[in-house]
T-cell receptor, first 114, second 114 residues
Framework: QKEVEQNSGPLSVPEGAIASLNCTYSDRGSQSFFWYRQYSGKSPELIMFIYSNGDKEDGRFTAQLNKASQYVSLLIRDSQPSDSATYLCAVNMYGGTSYGKLTFGQGTILTVHP | DGGITQSPKYLFRKEGQNVTLSCEQNLNHDAMYWYRQDPGQGLRLIYY???????QKGDIAEGYSVSREKKESFPLTVTSAQKNPTAFYLC?????????????FGEGSRLTVL
């Protein structure tokens, strides 16, 4: 069974703090890793993707990938109340051209309080 | 505006009835997907299609059926064989030749079995 596990939430951080979201995956051959944000009652939207070991930064967001440890994380710096949402880690475990066939984690609910 | 349109947004069904959820996209994407989301859970892949008149089962296809007669359309039928159909259903599309894994989601259809 190919699985993606996220740290259990909910996670609550004060405004301006760093929020750290973690995800592990079971398939060592996985190549592509994604973070989606989902506001309550809405559909998910892609915020970050990463393929190579190391860090990838985009504004206040940093994705970190460690394939040896089968671990991917998302850091949100200077957290804002508008960042309050469920964050879904997703992994492409199929390779080839099946890019949209993603295995999702259960999600971590993040609340940023003023 | 380009996007994905799902209908209906809310649907109530009696046990034993089949229902069909509509999904239409005007993004000219080749690939289309159906995901199911249960409360507090991530998304699980039901069916996907990479080309017209062809589709494959995802992880939880039992009790569901799809068709792909046109590139723009990928309807999902929830049959009476689906034991626990109450869920939030998300249709998505993507370009085939992309590694970003960006899925474009519709707004979802919330199905409740009475």
């Amino acid at each position: 069974q190919k699985e993606v596990e996220q740290n259990s939430g909910p996670l609550s951080v004060p405004e301006g703090a760093i929020a750290s979201l973690n995800c592990t995956y079971s398939d060592r051959g996985s190549q592509s890793f994604f973070w989606y944000r989902q506001y309550s009652g809405k559909s998910p939207e892609l915020i970050m993707f990463i393929y190579s070991n190391g860090d990838k930064e985009d504004g206040r967001f940093t994705a970190q990938l460690n394939k040896a440890s089968q671990y991917v994380s998302l850091l949100i710096r200077d957290s804002q109340p508008s960042d309050s949402a469920t964050y879904l880690c997703a992994v492409n475990m199929y390779g080839g051209t099946s890019y949209g066939k993603l295995t999702f984690g259960q999600g971590t609910i993040l609340t940023v309080h003023p | 505006d380009g996007g994905i349109t799902q209908s209906p947004k809310y649907l109530f069904r009696k046990e034993g009835q089949n229902v069909t959820l509509s999904c239409e996209q005007n993004l000219n994407h080749d690939a289309m997907y159906w995901y199911r989301q249960d409360p507090g859970q991530g998304l699980r892949l039901i069916y996907y299609s990479q080309i017209v008149n062809d589709f494959q089962k995802g992880d939880i296809a039992e009790g569901y059926s799809v068709s792909r007669e046109k590139k723009e359309s990928f309807p999902l039928t929830v049959t009476s064989a689906q034991k626990n159909p109450t869920a939030f259903y998300l249709c998505a599309s993507s370009r085939l030749a992309t590694r970003t894994g960006e899925l474009f989601f519709g707004e979802g259809s919330r199905l409740t079995v009475l």
